[in-house]
């Protein structure tokens, strides 16, 4: 063991003085030739592609701006003042609000309840159920959004046929949200499966076994080890989705373009329709703009929340294994 | 103890049954001819079997060559934004330089910007230079990807200095050690990238959708959207169309399931 460490460390320091001594030398041209074009390639990119884009959209918001017409006048703040006076604005807010909370709601519980299933040893056939809860996240959202339409029609659809039901779903204000949030949990919650699954493995055994010698419920490891031990994956798992569902239009223009009224109307389909049908290029990039400062928002929590997501099941893993060594 | 082996699986067989039916739903019904779709008296199976859906899409639509410009795109794109992401992913993770963790801060917080902004800039930017109506400008802007390059810059991390240092001492040049050293021992990640990439391709709706306006460049999600605009009650080649957009992916999904799953779950916890 002490033979093996030391002799180890002898080569770690070769290495080491071999690659200060290859620093000191000056870097090879294939070496800065393939760094320079990379670097100028992405940075021209991003210039390119995403920061004269943005500002333009900046400069764009403040402007009644129409490419049919060619219109492009100056108009103040009047882009943003409208919008807070747009009553379908407020209705797309809510909407999605209510769409966001209910879609995350659907997929955390199901993703947990089912990574709690397949985690238990209870469960037979882990690898088959884990491919089918998958499946949906992979597949392509308009041919889902165009299945789901079907699935949802009055005169022959699987779910009034299945259920007995008589409802028009997409067509009744009362159901045409909720007709998408299923939809949408149904497509989505296998990738929380995942993830929890994730975090269930990385749960140090020895903390489960502790609470079965101790004679904890099932219920109660659940609740007071698991559930805290899962919070910063639950977290991220919450906050990636509120990031997402606040982007979402797809299933909006393909099952209901934002009707019957405007009851599924939600933001990013509202910044779609006042882009692409109404051509009113100012007002769509204000209400970009708002949503695009609720997403930055969003995201610097979300990537705190993942620094301690990862930090905590890694540190446990770490001790864990440390543990084995010395026993 | 039997009693719940029994309910768990059963509720998970439960669960899983009503994933996989809409899928099956919809393979059968392309298999229906429209009065039987229609019809009051409805079964899971399709009482006669036909294949006028497909034939009739394909005749009204062209889908299959929709479908072929999909796998085209998809597969040009793949293949050059992973090969970007793989040379980005190289520099950031083996070479230091200068404002490295600064462009590499700004690239990933590229990822946040919600499509909603760019797109509306873009779409003047690439009418003025009159770039619409080819594939240039669906190819463009995805061929260097954020998130590729973070993807990949994580995974080679992994791969220890010492073995570059060793064939830079042989004298291997850097585009050697790129492509024969580095490059083959990311294939895990290459391959997650690739598939994530494909799928983003396949599905992606509005860019083509604004982009390409003669019919017979179009991609099959704008083709199912046409479709229905122009047949909305031909139920039996919308069940057909969409199972045709579908199927692919299932069946590329099935192949390689394992790295799918491997994919989604580095993808989420190396962030």
Redo the contacts between chains.
């Keep these: 063991m002490t033979i093996q460490t030391s002799a180890r460390s002898a080569r770690q320091g070769e290495?080491a003085r071999?690659?200060q001594a290859?620093r000191r030398i000056k870097k090879?041209a294939?070496?800065l030739?393939?760094?320079n074009t990379?670097?100028g390639?992405?940075?021209a990119?991003?210039v390119l592609?995403?920061l004269?884009?943005?500002?333009?959209?900046f400069v764009?918001s403040f402007h009644d701006w129409n490419?049919l017409n060619g219109r492009f006048d100056f108009t103040g703040i009047d882009n943003y003042a409208e919008l807070f006076a747009d009553p379908t604005f407020w209705r797309a807010s809510s909407n999605t609000l209510v769409f966001g909370i209910l879609a995350i709601a659907g997929r955390v519980l199901?993703g947990l309840a089912?990574a709690y299933?397949?985690f238990?040893k209870?469960?037979?056939?882990r690898t088959f159920?884990?491919?089918?809860?998958?499946?949906?996240?992979?597949?392509?959202?308009?041919?889902?959004a165009?299945?789901?339409t079907?699935?949802y029609?009055p005169?022959?659809g699987?779910i009034n046929?299945l259920f007995g039901l008589d409802v028009n779903w997409l067509f009744d204000q009362r159901f045409s949200l909720l007709a998408i949030v299923i939809m949408t949990i149904?497509k989505d919650f296998?990738?929380a499966v995942?993830?929890f699954?994730?975090g269930l493995y990385a749960i140090p055994e020895d903390v489960l076994e502790a609470a079965s010698v101790d004679g904890a419920s099932a219920w109660r490891t659940f609740w007071h080890i698991i559930l805290p031990l899962l919070r910063p994956m639950l977290f991220?798992i919450v906050i990636?989705s509120m990031?997402g569902y606040?982007?979402a239009f797809?299933q909006v223009?393909?099952m209901t373009n934002g009707g019957p009224g405007t009851s599924t109307q939600l933001i990013?389909f509202m910044?779609?329709d006042q882009?692409?049908v109404k051509y009113n290029?100012g007002y769509?990039?204000a209400?970009?703009?708002i949503?695009?400062i609720i997403?930055?928002l969003l995201?610097a929590a979300s990537?705190r929340m993942?620094q301690s997501a990862?930090d905590a099941p890694r540190r446990r893993r770490f001790t864990h294994r440390s543990k084995e060594k010395t026993s | 103890m039997k009693v719940?082996?029994f309910a768990?699986?059963a509720?998970?067989l439960l669960?899983?049954g009503?994933?996989?039916?809409?899928?099956f739903?919809?393979i059968l019904?392309a298999f229906k001819s429209n009065s039987e779709?229609?019809s009051f008296d409805?079964s899971f199976l399709p009482r006669e079997w036909t294949l006028e859906n497909f034939v009739s899409i394909q005749t009204k639509l062209d889908f299959f060559r929709l479908f072929f410009n999909s796998v085209f795109l998809s597969v040009t794109i793949t293949a050059l934004s992973v090969y970007?992401s793989l040379?980005?992913g190289f520099?950031f993770a083996k070479?230091t330089?200068r404002g490295r963790g600064a462009?590499f801060a700004?690239?990933l917080s590229?990822m946040?910007?919600?499509?909603?902004?760019?797109?509306?800039?873009?779409y003047?930017?690439f009418?003025s230079i009159g770039l619409t109506d080819s594939y240039a400008s669906i190819i463009?802007?995805a061929?260097?990807s954020a998130f590729g390059?973070f993807m990949m810059r994580q995974s080679m991390d992994a791969i220890p200095?010492?073995i570059l240092?060793a064939a830079?001492?042989d004298g291997a040049?850097?585009?050697f050690i790129?492509h024969r050293i580095v490059a083959p021992m990311s294939v895990n990640a290459i391959s997650a990238l690739s598939?994530f990439q494909f799928?983003w391709v396949?599905?992606d709706?509005?860019w083509p959708y604004?982009m390409i306006s003669s019919e017979e460049k179009q991609v099959l999600?704008v083709g199912?959207?046409t479709f229905?605009g122009q047949y909305g009650t031909d139920?039996g080649g919308?069940?057909a169309?969409?199972t045709l957009?579908?199927v692919p992916?299932?069946v590329v999904?099935?192949l390689f399931?394992r790295r799918?799953?491997a994919g989604?779950?580095s993808a989420?916890?190396k962030?």
């Design positions: 290495t071999v690659s290859t090879p294939s070496e030739w393939l760094r990379t670097v390639v992405i940075m990119s991003l592609l995403l004269i884009p943005i500002g333009i959209a764009g490419p199901l089912i299933a397949l238990s209870l469960s037979r056939w159920f884990r491919t089918i809860f998958y499946l949906p996240t992979v597949m392509p959202l308009v041919a889902v165009f299945l789901w079907l699935m029609n005169q022959f699987a046929t149904w296998g990738f995942i993830l699954l994730a991220f990636t990031i606040l982007q797809v223009l393909v990013s910044i779609y882009a692409f290029f769509a990039s209400i970009a703009f949503l695009l997403t930055a995201t990537w993942n990862l | 719940r082996v768990l699986n509720g998970l669960v899983g009503i994933v996989v039916l809409p899928f739903w919809m019904s779709i229609l409805q970007t040379v980005g520099v070479y330089f462009l700004v690239i590229t946040m910007i919600t499509w909603a902004v760019v797109i509306i800039p873009r003047t930017i009418r463009i802007p061929v260097i390059i200095d010492e240092e830079r001492i040049s850097e585009w790129f598939i799928l396949w599905e709706y509005l604004l999600a199912l959207t229905r139920y919308l069940f169309a969409t957009a579908i992916v299932l999904y099935i399931q799918f799953i989604a779950a989420a916890l962030g």
